[in-house]
Structures are given as structure tokens and as C-alpha cells.
């Protein structure tokens, strides 16, 4: 495994995260404690979850991944510095006003919630999972550097945030001497570039930001699962993914993934490793968030370790790509 600092954090994370959205959703509890077992003996020490996971499958609470986590830890008897632990705070985890969002209220409960269901004393990277409109940026930066003082949090960092949005953040934490974001989680691959090249890449490499990019693979569409000319696979995601029904009908993207095939073939490697290694030559990546229902998914991803594009191969991709 290789690893790589965190932005200007201490934080030397594994160039692949482990992220957990799919536990108990597309992936069992037994297949998880597999997948991390797997993800850990590989040299993987960094694992992304979010309280809200996966709320949204049928009969789960939140917190559902977090106690996963939580359980496997302590099962195995994990050292709790041999994990860095990052999970997100934002979306909807019980009734009333302060039940979603990046107030004070809202954040102070639900770290604590986080931290029981994870069974931790402390979390190493706690996140924004998404601005939140209604609430001051300076009131949710405030909550978090007391949570930082009080050594319950070592870092933080955030998700889907506009070049505008993480600008006005990071003026805030100078101008009051807060804790500021450390580290930004943006949605980045081949076929989705520009929303994180255009204008936040420059602000993280200027700020010196751990970026984590999540969905490298977007949900499976460039590993090689969908093919010109063929119906989506019955079990794969994109089947009511309207996304991915545009993009199986767009020739652009059907000749990105023509091309990602054929530089694949010349390097004797999978549509998915070339793909993450494409995420993981650009220099402002710490690490690329994988998700793997079982372990077999995770060991086509792991063939991503220390890989990187030469030149000639990163400038047929980049070409290839450049419409989105």
C-alpha cells in the first residue's frame, strides 16, 4: 500500500479510502466486516462513512454503517491509531428542527452520536456533508473548533462544497483563528471533471487541501460493465440510473469508455485500475474513496495501489473527457 499526507494535516493516509455507503444497503453486515478485514490486511488505513448511511435502504436507521464500523473495530480488536476515521454530519438523523443541517444544536448531538455508534473516543476527520443554506458558516465553524479543543474531533473537512461556499469558509477560520477545513471530499472522475477542475482544484492546491475524491468509478460505469451497443446489466446501478441511461445513448461517453478500454488493453490492466490510477496521478489527490459490496469488488480496485498514468496515456483520457 502507498501512502500520502493528508493535505497539510499528520494524517499519512492509504492512496485508497474505504467508503462504506453500501453497508447493509448493497452489501450485508457479513460482507462488510469481510470487505474491511480485507481493506485493512491490504494496508488500507482509511475508512470514509457518514452518519446518514444508509438510511435511505429499507428498515435501516441511520447510523447503520457507523455501528458496523463501531462493532468491527472492537471485534477485531483494532488498535484505534491504526484507523483514521472520517464520517459527515449534515443530513436528516431524527425529528425537528435541529434534526438536519450544520447548526450548533445539530452538530454537538450528533457527534456524540457518531462517536458512540463508532465506539471512539475521538474522530479523526469530521465532515460537512453537504452546505447547509440555513445555517451561518461562522456558527458551524465555531461548533467545530470547540469540538477540536475539546479533543473529540482532530480535523474537519467538507463535501460538496461550491468554490464560493469553501473560499468563504477558509476567510472565516483565518479571520477568527478557527479550525478550518482541512480537507475537501468532491465528486471527480473521468466523467465527471469539470464541476472540481474549474475552479476548486486551484483553491485546494493553493490552500494545500487533502482532497478525497469520492465515486471514481461512478458507480461502476468505468470499470468496463457497460458496453457499446448492450443493455444494462440487470444488477448493476445504472439500470435506474437516468445518468448513466444518457450517457449509454451519448457518443462521447461511449467513446470514453472506447478509449479507457483501449489504454486498459495496452497496459495489461482492468478498466477500473486505470481508471482510479487516472484519479490518483493528479497531485493534489490524497486518496480515492473505492466502495466494494464484497471483496472480490475490492480486491479489482486494490489493483489501483501505486499505479499511475504515463503522459501519453493521461493525455488520450483527458482528451477523451474533456467534454464534461
Known amino acids: 500500500m502507498k501512502y500520502r499526507l493528508l493535505g497539510r494535516t499528520n ?50 436507521p441511520g447510523g447503520v454503517a457507523e455501528e458496523i464500523i463501531g462493532k468491527w473495530l472492537t471485534r477485531r480488536r483494532i488498535p484505534r491509531d491504526q484507523i483514521i476515521l472520517a464520517t459527515k454530519v449534515r443530513g ?20 456524540e452520536d457518531s462517536l458512540r455508534r463508532l465506539q471512539s473516543e475521538y474522530i479523526d476527520l469530521y465532515q460537512s456533508h453537504s452546505p447547509d443554506e440555513n445555517t451561518p458558516q461562522e456558527e458551524t465553524l465555531r461548533a467545530y473548533d470547540d469540538l477540536v479543543k475539546q479533543g473529540k474531533v482532530r480535523f474537519i473537512g467538507c463535501s460538496n462544497f461550491k468554490v464560493e461556499q469553501l473560499r468563504e469558509a ?15 471530499q468532491p465528486h471527480y472522475n473521468l466523467i465527471w471533471r469539470s464541476e472540481f477542475e474549474k475552479e476548486l482544484q486551484a483553491l485546494c ?22 458496453k457499446r451497443g448492450q443493455p444494462i446489466p440487470p444488477n448493476a446501478r445504472g439500470v435506474n440510473n437516468e445518468r448513466v441511461k444518457q450517457w449509454m445513448q451519448d457518443e462521447r ?20 485500475v486505470t481508471a482510479l490510477a487516472w484519479v490518483l496521478t ?39 473527457s474533456e467534454w464534461n
Open 170 to 184: 477558509l476567510d472565516i477560520s483565518a479571520r477568527l483563528h478557527l479550525a478550518r477545513y482541512d480537507t475537501l
Open 282 to 320: 493528479n497531485p493534489v489527490v490524497s486518496s480515492a474513496i473505492i466502495g466494494a459490496n464484497n471483496v472480490t469488488q475490492l480486491n479489482e480496485s486494490l489493483g489501483a495501489v501505486g499505479k499511475t498514468l504515463r503522459a501519453e496515456e493521461k493525455q488520450k483520457l483527458d482528451a477523451a
Open 205 to 226: 492546491a493553493q490552500e494545500n487541501l487533502g482532497v478525497i475524491p469520492y465515486s471514481p468509478l461512478q458507480g461502476g460505469f468505468l470499470t468496463g460493465k457497460y
Open 11 to 60: 494524517l499519512r493516509v492509504s492512496e485508497l479510502c474505504l467508503g462504506t455507503m453500501t453497508f447493509r444497503w448493497t452489501c450485508t453486515e457479513d460482507e462488510a466486516y469481510q470487505v474491511m478485514d480485507a481493506a485493512f490486511a491490504a494496508g488500507i488505513n482509511f475508512f470514509d462513512t457518514a452518519d446518514v448511511y444508509s438510511r435511505w435502504a429499507s428498515g435501516n
Open 92 to 111: 436528516r438523523m431524527w425529528d425537528g428542527p435541529d434534526g438536519e443541517g450544520l447548526s450548533r444544536a445539530h452538530i454537538l448531538r450528533a457527534v
Open 253 to 272: 461517453a461511449l467513446h470514453l469508455l472506447d478509449v479507457l478500454h483501449e489504454v486498459s488493453a495496452a497496459r495489461g490492466e482492468s478498466m477500473t
